[in-house]
């Protein structure tokens, strides 16, 4: 009887646990995952290591997924100033003191490891955007936009600058987002796309060598095939050679013969389109959109201002994330260096989408509490 009555509570403890993860969600992710280690199992057939660590990433991102579903979004909107200033910070460190790794500088050597400020302001800055209209809501003022296009502009200047040109794309869009939703004019965002258009030969002269060679290589891969076109036409090629249903699993030759360039990280994509082919991708694409969906839904009933935009911006930071690496992958965006979201191999990348996906748990949540 003792033993039972044990049981049953630690079964109690657990589903108390357990209720905070969002089982739509989780299934999605969840089904992300499970393409993503069959993917780079194939892709990493040469360095199996790489498969091993991917496990232990997503136990990691797991982990902070489910820390980040276990706090409440007024406790994260609090946190939401403190962390976008030490992102600030760091960014400002790295400027001054960072070390220079292959001619960018984006690290910071702590002695014992290396850090990348950077990808810290992919979510400390939507968080921070979030608070500042949050704070305001009901009273946005013309000069409210004007200060979040300040909040938004200098990281992503600092970040630009050392160059991360793909990291600050990223940032621009996820600050971009929370303004977006937050309110912004729509003749504002006309007259924002000219500014930009007009302003595309200036930042041309600004470019660095190699930012105007992607550029180029986008126009005309094949103006230098094995040199800087070299990515993107093996890479096509892969996604080309897998027609409907693919060449099967670990049967990708562009793959196992070592035309595919980064084949366990950026372009992760070529891969899988060669194994798995045009239905394989289908797959994936509806994966991506269903995850989309829920975090749109989640945001249209979140509970305050602050969790909308959040969840609003998430939902389209993962479109983000998934559209530029696809696009950049099959020939259509310059190539910059955006993981497929859990596909691609790193850590830094899903401990950054593992906490995302719990704030959104979070938020879900929370409106069920609210409700109730």
């Not at 393409?35 to 040469?46: E, K, P, R, V």
């Not at 997924?65 to 276990?70: D, E, Q, R, W």
């Not at 704070?135 to 200047?157: E, S």
């Not at 996820?174 to 302003?199: E, S, T, Y």
């Amino acid at each position: 009887m003792h033993n039972d009555r044990l049981r049953a509570r630690i079964w109690l403890w657990v589903r108390e646990r357990l209720s905070v993860l969002d089982p739509a969600l989780l299934a999605i992710i969840g089904g992300l995952m499970l393409l993503g280690l069959i993917t780079l199992y194939s892709a990493a057939l040469d360095f199996p290591w790489r498969f091993a660590d991917q496990m232990r990433n997503f136990a990691i991102a797991a982990g902070v997924m489910f820390l980040a579903a276990s706090i409440p979004p007024g406790v994260l909107m609090k946190a939401a100033v403190p962390i976008y200033a030490v992102g600030l910070a760091l960014l400002i460190a790295v400027d001054r003191f960072g070390i220079i790794v292959k001619g960018a500088q984006r690290w910071l050597d702590l002695g014992f490891t290396r850090i990348q400020p950077s990808e810290v302001m992919k979510l400390a800055l939507p968080m921070m955007l979030a608070w500042y209209f949050h704070k305001r809501q009901g009273a946005v003022r013309t000069l409210d936009f004007a200060a979040a296009a300040l909040l938004l502009l200098v990281p992503v200047g600092l970040i630009a600058k050392q160059p991360d040109l793909g990291t600050a794309v990223l940032v621009l869009a996820a600050g971009f987002f929370v303004i977006f939703f937050a309110g912004l004019p729509w003749k504002w965002l006309a007259a924002m796309l000219v500014a930009a258009g007009a302003m595309l030969p200036v930042a041309w002269t600004f470019m660095h060598g190699y930012q105007r060679e992607r550029i180029m290589t986008l126009i005309d891969p094949s103006q230098d095939p094995l040199g800087k076109g070299f990515h993107t036409l093996q890479a096509m090629i892969a996604i080309g050679s897998g027609g409907l249903t693919g060449k099967g699993w670990m049967q990708g030759t562009q793959t196992h013969l070592e035309f595919i360039p980064e084949r366990t990280s950026d372009f992760i994509f070529a891969v899988y389109s060669e194994e798995f082919g045009l239905i394989g991708n289908l797959v994936l694409v509806v994966l991506f959109f269903a995850l989309v969906t829920r975090a749109l839904l989640i945001a249209a009933n979140a509970a305050t201002i602050y969790s909308r935009l959040m969840a609003a911006a998430i939902a389209l930071i993962i479109f983000t994330y998934g559209f530029v690496n696809m696009g950049m992958v099959s020939g259509i965006l310059p190539v910059v260096g955006v993981p497929l979201p859990f596909v691609s191999y790193g850590g830094t990348a899903l401990v950054t989408l593992g906490m995302a996906c719990g704030m959104l748990m979070s938020i879900a949540r929370n409106r069920k509490l609210v409700q109730s």
